[in-house]
């Protein structure tokens, strides 16, 4: 009689939805009877996934609205921390959320679960004294990007680098005129398009959003010919970025409802908050200037606790400077309008840097899905990685 092997997953956020219904098409590959429980979102309940709670439920961000739901967050938590420790599947995995699911891997490793957790926090950046928590809860760590996975081989973490998502995804080269044409763009063939994406959130809306204006103002000046497209990450976002362009009604702009990804593949040169954002307009070969802004305290002290040279991950990935950080003071229309024409300047140089690009893409294409698959595979088989000893 064939056994089903039982597996436990929580992905708290939508991308973890979309790691985790990859994850487990590729697991079931391996295994013609395998059941799937835990937490999860409507791409992993299509796979067959049983979610004991609605995703949403951990979908909190911010401040105030985690600490309102804690006493519900705790429920949750403990209710799968004893479900998992008294019917233990042969691994758990955590995507994403490591607030919420560090110390539930740690609970259930404590209880014998072996544990896995997707995607890396970012301690290598800053709290780097949480990896010790990381070691204590985890018997493997699949990382997203290369360097990543150096970071917890340094410390003594088992860990796999299984590649990124989005760089299997994103075709390795990008079609400008057929973005433009599926955006519907009244725009003769060589026109240049600067993207401008000011961030999801109000308040980076709000502080970038006049700087990124104005700097699209000093370039038109530059070169007339320039046309501005700005995608609205939601309907909030487009009524308040729509009431902003309002004293900019001199910009050659189109303001777009989502479709952000179209919209950086149909330009010449992105200007973007730094985030995820910048990793994608790096695997659409797109010339980018990276800005951000935030309030004085908070910069204060996140900038105090950073642990690493460059805030974008173009620049990470390359360990050197590939593309232009203009951060907090450095975030002013003029610096942006300078490097965005810079890039209109110095075709040679824009030519390199897409090579470059195309390098960094290659790198991190190598099927996560399924090399995340073969890590947890080899985990509950028993396969040991070597990690070197810590002191």
Same mark, same amino acid.
């Given at each position: 009689?064939?056994?089903? #092997?039982?597996? %436990?997953?929580?992905?708290?956020?939508?991308?973890?939805?979309?790691?985790?219904? $990859? /994850? +487990?098409?590729? !697991? =079931?590959?391996?295994?013609?009877?395998?059941?799937?429980?835990?937490?999860?979102?409507?791409?992993? #309940?299509?796979? %067959?996934?049983?979610?004991?709670?609605?995703?949403?439920?951990?979908?909190?961000? $911010? /401040? +105030?609205?985690? !600490? =309102?739901?804690?006493?519900?967050?705790?429920?949750?938590?403990?209710?799968?921390?004893?479900?998992?420790?008294?019917?233990?599947?042969?691994?758990?995995?955590?995507?994403?959320?490591?607030?919420?699911?560090?110390?539930?891997?740690?609970?259930?490793?404590?209880?014998?679960?072996?544990?896995?957790?997707?995607?890396?926090?970012?301690?290598?950046?800053?709290?780097?004294?949480?990896?010790?928590?990381?070691?204590?809860?985890?018997?493997?760590?699949?990382?997203?990007?290369?360097?990543?996975?150096?970071?917890?081989?340094?410390?003594?973490?088992?860990?796999?680098?299984?590649?990124?998502?989005?760089?299997?995804?994103?075709?390795?080269?990008?079609?400008?005129?057929?973005?433009?044409?599926?955006?519907?763009?009244?725009?003769?063939?060589?026109?240049?398009?600067?993207?401008?994406?000011?961030?999801?959130?109000?308040?980076?809306?709000?502080?970038?959003?006049?700087?990124?204006?104005?700097?699209?103002?000093?370039?038109?000046?530059?070169?007339?010919?320039?046309?501005?497209?700005?995608?609205?990450?939601?309907?909030?976002?487009?009524?308040?970025?729509?009431?902003?362009?309002?004293?900019?009604?001199?910009?050659?702009?189109?303001?777009?409802?989502?479709?952000?990804?179209?919209?950086?593949?149909?330009?010449?040169?992105?200007?973007?908050?730094?985030?995820?954002?910048?990793?994608?307009?790096?695997?659409?070969?797109?010339?980018?200037?990276?800005?951000?802004?935030?309030?004085?305290?908070?910069?204060?002290?996140?900038?105090?606790?950073?642990?690493?040279?460059?805030?974008?991950?173009?620049?990470?990935?390359?360990?050197?400077?590939?593309?232009?950080?203009?951060?907090?003071?450095?975030?002013?229309?003029?610096?942006?309008?300078?490097?965005?024409?810079?890039?209109?300047?110095?075709?040679?140089?824009?030519?390199?840097?897409?090579?470059?690009?195309?390098?960094?893409?290659?790198?991190?294409?190598?099927?996560?899905?399924?090399?995340?698959?073969?890590?947890?595979?080899?985990?509950?088989?028993?396969?040991?990685?070597?990690?070197?000893?810590?002191?």
């Amino acid at each position: 009689m064939t056994q089903t #092997l039982k597996v %436990g997953i929580v992905a708290g956020e939508a991308s973890g939805d979309i790691l985790g219904a $990859g /994850l +487990i098409r590729a !697991l =079931k590959k391996h295994y013609p009877h395998i059941e799937f429980a835990g937490i999860g979102g409507p791409r992993m #309940l299509a796979e %067959g996934f049983h979610s004991f709670f609605p995703q949403d439920r951990l979908a909190v961000m $911010g /401040l +105030i609205e985690p !600490l =309102k739901r804690l006493p519900e967050l705790l429920r949750i938590r403990r209710f799968l921390i004893d479900h998992f420790s008294e019917q233990q599947p042969a691994v758990f995995i955590g995507i994403d959320s490591p607030d919420f699911n560090l110390t539930l891997e740690q609970k259930l490793h404590e209880n014998g679960v072996k544990t896995v957790h997707y995607v890396s926090p970012s301690v290598w950046a800053w709290r780097q004294g949480r990896i010790k928590k990381i070691r204590r809860a985890v018997d493997l760590m699949l990382t997203l990007l290369p360097f990543e996975a150096q970071f917890y081989r340094d410390h003594g973490v088992p860990v796999q680098f299984v590649g990124h998502t989005l760089a299997d995804d994103i075709p390795l080269h990008t079609d400008t005129a057929v973005a433009r044409s599926q955006l519907m763009l009244d725009l003769p063939g060589e026109t240049p398009v600067v993207a401008l994406l000011p961030g999801s959130r109000q308040g980076e809306v709000e502080r970038l959003g006049p700087i990124f204006y104005q700097a699209a103002r000093l370039c038109l000046k530059q070169r007339p010919g320039l046309r501005f497209v700005l995608p609205a990450a939601s309907g909030h976002r487009y009524r308040q970025i729509h009431q902003q362009l309002s004293e900019y009604s001199d910009l050659p702009v189109t303001l777009v409802q989502g479709k952000s990804h179209e919209v950086m593949a149909a330009a010449d040169v992105v200007v973007l908050a730094s985030g995820t954002t910048a990793l994608e307009a790096m695997l659409l070969k797109k010339p980018m200037v990276v800005s951000y802004k935030m309030g004085w305290l908070s910069y204060q002290i996140i900038s105090a606790m950073l642990r690493v040279p460059y805030v974008s991950l173009p620049n990470l990935l390359a360990g050197e400077e590939l593309v232009p950080e203009l951060i907090q003071g450095d975030a002013t229309a003029e610096g942006i309008a300078t490097q965005v024409l810079a890039y209109f300047d110095q075709p040679d140089e824009v030519a390199t840097l897409k090579e470059r690009f195309l390098q960094l893409h290659e790198t991190l294409r190598c099927n996560a899905s399924a090399a995340a698959a073969n890590a947890v595979v080899n985990l509950i088989d028993g396969v040991a990685l070597d990690v070197p000893a810590q002191d």
